[in-house]
């Protein structure tokens, strides 16, 4: 089993920059691939990025050029790096994990709220 705890959301002014962290804990194969997904209100979950544990990383489109996954495998940290925020960056933002060939992410955090005002 797996624990993910997420920190650093807050609110932030169109153009600013915040920087979300989620360290993970339990079994070592459940956090292979970690990611971020986010859900603003009344919309559906969605995907923001991923990274594996040797380093591959995926972004929706959207967030390309902007938001920057890491983690620090050491630490079983996945941080996200979010600069050039708009307000449709506003959403409840989630860690996730999942083993490397799982199809779903099956841990997830508690979510931290990231507000950016216009």
């Known amino acids: 089993q797996v624990q993910l705890v997420e920190s650093g959301g807050g609110l932030v002014q169109a153009g600013g920059s915040l920087t979300l962290s989620c360290a993970a804990s339990?079994?070592?194969?459940?956090?292979?691939?970690m990611a971020w997904f986010r859900q603003a209100p009344e919309k559906q979950r969605e995907l923001v990025a991923s990274?594996?544990?040797?380093?591959?990383?995926n972004y929706r489109d959207s967030v390309k050029g902007r938001f920057t996954i890491s983690r620090d495998n050491a630490k079983n940290t996945v941080y996200l790096q979010m600069n050039s925020l708009k307000p449709d960056d506003t959403a409840v933002y989630y860690c996730?994990?999942?083993?490397?060939?799982?199809?779903?992410?099956?841990?997830w955090g508690q979510g931290t709220q990231v507000t950016v005002s216009s």
């Open positions: 996730a994990s999942r083993r490397l060939r799982s199809i779903s992410y099956d841990s």
């Open positions: 339990g079994s070592i194969f459940g956090f292979d691939v």
């Open positions: 990274i594996t544990r040797g380093g591959n990383i």
